[in-house]
């Protein structure tokens, strides 16, 4: 069945906007202290090869899976496989995913809001950097800020989505991610010139593979994973408005390099400064709020102007980078809500703006007054992290290469990702990059899932 549905301007609109859903706080947040805790450069390598290898085919899978259904994440395996009930329930799973990362996606992002607001009240060009770096501790503790922050943050995500494709997410995306690669550059110049950088620039150039231990294969595919949002339904969603004749591997490959190269920029741009600032840089989710007012508090003292300008301008950016991100994960179950029950994007999006601000704020207050209500040894922030990048997400990446690689039949594969053969170097490829889809991406995703529970 045919959907009315919006489609991306061309090809720089779809590798913007996909580049949009992968680049954000998942780079800049969440790789620096992934990096910090698994091994430093040995884990990048790793990360490397886990997106060229794996991730970088389930992403062509995934789109082929959007493109070919023309349907949301929810309905699309259905639509392919009209005769399967498994296929059809399996579709919940990719609406669950996105929803449950945005709810605490959400918080984080709030944060980003909050020093947005500090650096532009100059907070980090007053302050010592000793204090900068410890009051992140005491924001994320108080029970309101981070509150009306997290609502904040996700209104105007939903807000966007509710103007639709072209009018909100295209154009979101257009202007927001060349700002966000200049700015994280700029950081990177000045981290690494920081008295004591050597040692992070070092940290992540000279691999030490006494470090790597199985568990590390499974962490450094799950930030793949999460990095470029595979396994959250967003691809597959994003793929849905991808227009019939646009090569969706060369545009798959655009995604997924950009993706690595910003997240190794953003590595660069942080890991410096950590170890200039003496923080232990497998301090956690709060490195980047940290180490970043810590570079511009010292740069204060000499160029309070520019580290002034420079301050505004990165946490603004680092918000439109989570934005960009969490919109897309608002899309995933706004699709849904529009396309299944045809209601206006703008009362979908109110929907999901509740399920997730409600989830949110069971986040947000688990680093203060719900510190103590601990499951499996982790708070619910934590917990939520941990449980959709290494369990939800493997699942739903499994689901999508079984599916592709068995379920569909492989003419239809081949005639999607080549155009119907016409174009030449797809056809070239094709044999290649579906041995990936179809044996070694399945493979590694059971393994990794299995080695999350018995390592």
């Known amino acids: 069945m045919e959907h009315q549905r919006e489609n991306f301007g061309g090809r ?29 450069a040995a884990f990048v390598l790793i990360y490397i090869v886990c997106t060229l290898l794996v991730s970088l085919p389930l992403f062509v899978a995934e789109v082929t899976v959007g493109r070919k259904s023309h349907s949301s994440a929810r ?105 966000l690669f200049l700015m994280v550059l700029v950081i990177l110049i000045y981290s690494v010139s920081l008295p004591g950088a050597g040692a992070g620039v070092k940290y992540l150039l000279k691999p030490d593979f006494s470090q790597i231990t199985p568990s ?58 950590v170890f200039s600032a003496g923080i232990e840089p497998g301090a956690g989710p709060s490195l980047i709020f940290q180490s970043v007012p810590f570079i511009f508090s010292k740069m204060g003292a000499t160029l309070p102007v520019v580290s002034s300008i420079c301050a505004i301008l990165f946490f603004l950016t680092i918000t439109v980078a989570a934005m960009t991100s969490c919109i897309s994960l608002i899309e995933v179950g706004v699709a849904y809500l529009h396309e299944k029950t045809r209601m206006s994007r ?27 209500l601990q499951i499996m040894s982790k708070g619910i922030f934590d917990l939520l992290d941990w449980f959709a990048s290494n369990v939800l997400l493997l699942i739903a990446a499994f689901a999508v290469v079984v599916f592709v690689g068995f379920v569909l039949k492989r003419d239809e594969v081949r005639d999607e990702i080549t155009n119907s053969g016409t174009l030449k170097g797809c056809v070239k490829l094709f044999p290649v990059l579906y041995f990936l889809i179809k044996w070694v991406a399945p493979v590694a995703v059971l393994l990794i899932f299995i080695s999350n529970f018995i390592l």
């Not at 990362?101 to 020093?115: E, L």
């Not at 924001?139 to 943050?153: C, E, G, K, R, V």
């Not at 995604?255 to 997240?263: G, H, K, P, V, Y």
Request: charged content about 10%; hydrophobic content about 55%.
């Open 12 to 40: 720089l609109a779809v590798i913007l906007a996909m580049a949009g859903s992968a680049i954000g706080l998942g780079n800049i947040w969440r790789f620096p202290y992934m990096v910090g805790e698994h091994g430093g």
């Open 346 to 372: 703008p009362v979908a999006s109110a929907i999901i703006f509740v399920i997730c601000g409600v989830v949110g704020v069971f986040c947000s207050l688990s680093f203060g007054p719900l510190s103590d």
């Open 216 to 273: 590390t294969f499974a962490y450094a595919l799950g930030q793949s994973f999460y990095s470029l949002s595979l396994g959250m339904g967003c691809i597959i969603t994003y793929g849905s408005y991808v227009k019939r004749d646009e090569n969706i591997v060369a545009s798959s490959f655009g995604t997924a390099i950009s993706d690595l190269l910003f997240a190794i920029m953003a590595g660069f741009a942080i890991m410096p400064a």
């Open 75 to 179: 309905l699309a395996l259905g639509e392919l496989a009209p005769k399967s009930k498994f296929w059809k329930a399996f579709g919940f799973i990719l609406v669950f995913t996105p929803l449950l990362i945005a709810s605490y996606y959400s918080v984080i992002g709030g944060w980003s809001v909050s020093f947005f607001v500090k650096a532009c009240a100059l907070d980090f060009v007053k302050s010592s950097p000793d204090v900068v770096t410890g009051a992140f501790g005491s924001f994320i503790s108080s029970p309101w800020t981070p509150l009306i922050a997290h609502f904040a943050f996700l209104a105007a995500c939903c807000a966007i989505v509710a103007c639709g494709v072209k009018a909100g997410i295209e154009i979101f995306s257009k202007y927001s991610i060349p700002v």
